[in-house]
């Protein structure tokens, strides 16, 4: 893979939601839409009704560890963003990890 690169601009969350195709799990939704570079960009976001900022924060940290053990199977020219649901800051990277595996083998992401 060439970069992995953050998505940070409202914008571009707004046109991957929009744009985008969405594959839902209890744990996590991601939503995946091809770009033109050869990058890969990820978002993650976690809204309030997640919980307090500690749960919000863990959520965020275990999508990202989860995220970061797929990264060497990933296509490049993709922008990816995943949205913490309800059950995200109780289980381990592991448990998001494997519903990671599956959301991106059917978005076609995975190599």
Do not use: H
């Not at 749960?55 to 990264?71: D, G, M, P, Q, Y």
Request: no cysteine; proline share 5%; net charge positive.
């Amino acid at each position: 893979m060439d970069l992995l690169i953050p998505i940070k601009e409202n914008k571009d969350f707004r046109r991957i939601y929009a744009r985008g195709k969405s594959y839902v799990s209890p744990v996590v939704i991601s939503y995946v839409l091809k770009n033109r570079s050869k990058n890969v960009r990820v978002g993650i976001t976690t809204s309030k009704k997640i919980g307090n900022a500690v749960k919000r924060n863990r959520s965020r940290r275990v999508i990202r560890e989860a995220f970061r053990t797929l990264v060497p199977e990933i296509a490049p020219g993709y922008d990816i963003i995943f949205v913490a649901r309800g059950k995200t800051p109780f289980v381990k990277s592991t448990d998001i990890s494997r519903a990671m595996v599956v959301q991106l083998k059917n978005a076609g992401v995975l190599k």
